[in-house]
T-cell receptor, first 112, second 113 residues
Framework: GQQLNQSPQSMFIQEGEDVSMNCTSS?????WLWYKQDPGEGPVLLIA?????ELTSNGRLTAQFGITRKDSFLNISASIPSDVGIYFC????????????FGTGTRLKVLA | GAGVSQSPSNKVTEKGKDVELRCDPI?????LYWYRQSLGQGLEFLIY????????KSGLPSDRFSAERTGGSVSTLTIQRTQQEDSAVYLC???????????FGPGTRLTVL
């Protein structure tokens, strides 16, 4: 099925470093969502974005809805070991029915 | 309930058998979604319900897959004549209305031997 381009695919970082990941698409979305998935669990919603240009924070997380509505980024500041996991973006579009298109995921590993 | 629940959490079955996976959405959520996630992969959309109707069934991979939702709440995903390639984690999510942020259950890990 259709998926968003999410990068990087994986990254190793040192504890305390900032992390940035993004999603891009050729399609316009009405909503962007960012999720984190731990092993053996379902994805957990981190941040929801509803308007082009919107910048939203949730603790050490900051996400932005791109002005073109075709991209979004997620930043994690001062990473800690429990940030390890897989991060997914999802774009929501409406064209008759609602479609949630998920990114391919960014695997984050934090080195203590 | 407080969150989306799914049962069973794990299911091991033999090739050719039918399986039923159950999803209980968050109370009051009108939209319910099914996804499949193969090991180390992203989420593959299967089907979603708004109320009891399914506006989009486009993701069902074959006619062996079907889903229903009754009473606007619990949903069942049925896979008939399971094949080994059906092995995956099946995730369910719900949202207040279609288009809102989705909340996921813990998934059902299906293994077809």
């Amino acid at each position: 099925g259709q998926q968003l381009n999410q990068s990087p695919q994986s990254m190793f970082i040192q504890e305390g470093e900032d992390v940035s990941m993004n999603c891009t698409s050729s399609s316009i979305f009405n909503t962007w969502l960012w999720y984190k998935q731990d092993p053996g669990e379902g994805p957990v919603l981190l941040i929801a974005l509803y308007k082009a240009g919107e910048l939203t924070s949730n603790g050490r997380l900051t996400a932005q809805f791109g002005i073109t509505r075709k991209d979004s980024f997620l930043n994690i500041s001062a990473s800690i070991p429990s940030d390890v996991g897989i991060y997914f973006c999802a774009g929501v579009t409406t064209s008759g029915t609602y479609k949630y298109i998920f990114g391919t995921g960014t695997r984050l590993k934090v080195l203590a | 309930g407080a969150g989306v629940s799914q049962s069973p959490s794990n299911k091991v079955t033999e090739k050719g058998k039918d399986v039923e996976l159950r999803c209980d959405p968050i109370s009051g959520h009108t939209a319910l979604y099914w996804y499949r996630q193969s090991l180390g992969q992203g989420l593959e959309f299967l089907i979603y319900f708004q109320g009891n109707s399914a506006p989009d069934k486009s993701g069902l991979p074959s006619d062996r897959f079907s889903a229903e939702r009754t009473g606007g709440s619990v949903s069942t995903l049925t896979i008939q004549r399971t094949q080994q390639e059906d092995s995956a984690v099946y995730l369910c999510a719900s949202s207040l209305w279609e288009g809102n942020e989705q909340f996921f259950g813990p998934g059902t890990r299906l293994t077809v031997l």
